[in-house]
């Protein structure tokens, strides 16, 4: 596409040029790519000797940041802006000629359960005959044709690419997850949503964010910073509820509650039993009684806020409801692995206090007779504050505690354990197995049998990082791997 018809700008006709893409990573600049040149640690010119050198043919930089140009003077068209985010998202739209509306956007942010929300609104759409379109942890496309990201929300760049190819598909509805980092750096800057939907908030990334106020008003920016025609809100915790009490006299907004009558959507009469969850949703369209093969207590309010976000009048609510039977869980989100002879095991992505806390209550509730083994580290480099009260937390739940590496990245893994251990009654049956695949060896064993074993930390995740390097590692292969024992 021609320079003239992305920016449009008289000091730049004279170089109506042939753009070939856009990047912000000068690692990735091609033959005429425009480079948005944004802050780094890093010295300037090196980024940019970089991107000239592989082919940026425009470099894109905030107003407020010097360097001298002429060090390049002919070599690269230098472009001033005030906001290089804006910038990034207009000029990314005309090239990637993304139309107005021809897309449905879901928008799921909180600290625990985008994913699962996620999942379960492309699943309900697409057991419907409707498409939908994800993008997250897991990565961006059409289940179940899903391609890797490195991030949970992409930079728009990646965003407005990921939905031109949507377009080119005519896929109608996309269903992303919205980080608070992606909120804070805003890489989701300019996009339109249909419906915003808030999960939960509880302490992480309080090593980036330093305190809940900022983590809540960044997760807040989405519902007033964003064009959106929606919003869905659990209002079982404080920030939702927060956000609810914000936004209830002017805009349009639907609450669901695992406790909370007055909720929208609101789920009574749970039964938890070793297949599954029972439970009846109330709402304007009437009581229906749901069956699923899921399990947590978790799981009810994630269905609760998909269908609250899907179910525009009766006629859809009743449509969707029916295929809550078909849901099935998010890799890595709770998977159930049996064999004969061996414990039941569970595998789950939990790795802050809050969510191992749900899944160990959960577990109880649907084995109340079994004793349960939990699994679990703590990431290095990365909210410390979390570590003990997630061995606190273990503590309280469980008969047996393995501790383990989980992504020690550049930190000593024994550290990390021996913090996780400060939160462990020193009478408790604990114990510290830093190699990840010894350490299931020994839960998955035939001894224990009568038990329930849950991986808590990686779930979908296939690789290790560790101070040295990566390794392959998948918990779901080395469960299996022991099955066959």
Known sequence: ??????????????????????????????????????NTKNSDTTHISEAINKGAKVIIYKVTKYFNTKKFHNQCIFYKVKDIEKSMSLVSKKFYKIKKNSIKIYGVTGTNGKSSVVSYISQLLQNNNEECAIIGTLGSGVPPKIKNTSLTTPNIINIYKSICEFQKKIIPNLAMEISSHGLSQKRVYGLDFDTVIFTNLTKEHLDYHKNMKNYFNTKLSL????????????????????????????DYIRTVSLKDKSADFYASDIIYNENGLKFNINSKYGVKEISTKLYGEFTIENILLAIASLAKNKKKYNLYVEKICEL???????NKYERKKFPIVFIDYAHTPDAIRKILVSIKKHFPNKEIITLFGCGGDRSYEKRELMGMIADKYSEKIIITNDNPRSENPRKIAEQIVNGINKKSNFK???????????????????????????????KQILKENIIDFSDEKEVLRVFKL
């Open 432 to 462: 510290i197995v830093l190699d990840r695949r010894k350490a299931i060896i020994e839960c998955v064993s035939r001894k224990n049998i009568d038990r329930i074993v849950l991986i808590l930390g990686k779930g979908h995740e296939k």
């Open 223 to 250: 519902f007033t910073d964003y064009n959106n025609k929606k919003k869905v809100i659990s209002i079982d915790n404080y920030y939702g509820k927060k956000i609810f009490n914000i936004f209830k006299k002017k």
């Open 1 to 38: 596409m021609k320079l003239n018809n992305l920016i449009n700008d008289k000091r730049l006709s004279k170089n109506n040029i042939n753009i070939l893409g856009l990047s912000d990573n000068s690692k990735e600049i091609k033959k005429n790519y425009i480079f948005f040149f944004k």
């Open 328 to 334: 099935k869980p998010l890799e890595g989100r709770l």
